[in-house]
């Protein structure tokens, strides 16, 4: 007797895929928060835990239907406004309201304004107070302070007059290909890395002209672009060829702000 043909491999669980794993995390903080915590009388004898699926629905203005389909982890089409009426609803911390845009894939319309004048003064002082270069970069990786270390090893980028964008100056300024060891290995990494920390606000206006000034500008970061390589931004050995020290070695470190992470501090220490 032949054995029948195997069926073709079942689907992932349920529980495996991004919508049933945001729709647990919605039910589970949905249980915790009681009635009484949202101003709502405690009402009769309750078979579950916190409140019901309709009361929520009715703090976020959304149909009771479409609230339950995200629970139950279904292939629902949830707004960024939706998430966040869900998120005020549910009383979650900044940390959990981060959490849950995360697993919804969506940007947070609350998140800060990109802009510089917006940045803590005191993390655009704390540069001044570290003994090697040290600077912060925004969203577009436009340094928005730094120490005399840093101005003095960054020759036509933080020194003098320049464009402060340290994209535009890997890329298109000749003192970069100059100061850089081994250019080309560090232009691709920093290509991949801003495509990763970027992805979250693409479409902003000036992360759009940037990208798209580069694209046309320098033949090095279109290719590297165009090659969809993606990458953390790490740490590690940086080597300078610095036209007055000759060879320098730094190790690199960045730190990301609390409440603040589309913006980085990056401290270089000499090995």
């Known amino acids: 007797?032949?054995?029948?043909?195997?069926?073709?491999?079942?689907?992932?669980?349920?529980?495996?895929?991004?919508?049933?794993?945001?729709?647990?995390?919605i039910r589970a903080?949905?249980?915790?928060?009681?009635?009484?915590?949202?101003?709502?009388?405690?009402?009769?004898?309750?078979?579950?835990p916190g409140l019901r699926r309709e009361e929520v629905a009715q703090l976020c203005g959304v149909s009771p239907t479409w609230y339950t389909?995200?629970?139950?982890?279904?292939?629902?089409?949830a707004s960024a406004d939706a998430l966040a009426r869900i998120a005020v609803a549910l009383q979650l911390s900044r940390a959990e309201r981060a959490y849950l845009f995360e697993l919804a894939a969506q940007r947070d319309p609350a998140e800060p304004d990109p802009a510089a004048a917006d940045a803590p003064a005191t993390l655009l002082e704390?540069?001044?107070?570290?003994?090697?270069?040290?600077?912060?970069?925004?969203?577009?990786w436009n340094a928005l302070a730094w120490n005399a270390q840093a101005a003095d090893l960054f020759v036509g980028w933080?020194?003098?007059?320049?464009?402060?964008?340290?994209?535009?100056?890997?890329?298109?300024?000749?003192?970069?290909?100059?100061?850089?060891?081994?250019?080309?290995?560090?232009?691709?990494?920093?290509?991949?890395?801003?495509?990763?920390?970027?992805?979250?606000?693409?479409?902003?206006?000036?992360?759009?002209?940037?990208?798209d000034t580069l694209t046309s500008t320098s033949?090095?970061?279109?290719?590297?672009?165009?090659s969809q390589d993606v990458g953390e931004r790490e740490g590690g050995r940086r080597e300078f060829n610095h036209p007055r020290d000759g060879y320098v070695v730094y190790d690199q470190i960045t730190f990301k702000p609390a409440h603040r992470e589309d913006l980085k501090l990056v401290v270089l220490v000499r090995e």
Do not use: K
């Open 126 to 140: 704390t540069v001044q107070l570290v003994s090697t270069p040290a600077y912060v970069l925004d969203r577009q």
């Open 1 to 25: 007797m032949s054995t029948p043909p195997s069926a073709d491999p079942s689907p992932p669980p349920l529980d495996a895929t991004p919508a049933r794993a945001l729709g647990d995390f």
């Open 29 to 48: 903080h949905r249980e915790r928060l009681s009635p009484q915590a949202v101003g709502l009388p405690p009402g009769p004898r309750r078979r579950t």
């Open 69 to 77: 389909w995200i629970e139950q982890g279904r292939e629902v089409s």
């Open 158 to 211: 933080l020194d003098g007059t320049h464009d402060r964008n340290l994209l535009r100056f890997t890329f298109t300024e000749p003192a970069a290909r100059a100061l850089i060891v081994d250019w080309e290995t560090r232009a691709r990494r920093l290509a991949a890395e801003f495509r990763a920390d970027s992805i979250r606000h693409l479409n902003d206006a000036p992360t759009r002209g940037l990208i």
């Open 219 to 226: 033949d090095a970061f279109a290719r590297f672009w165009a």
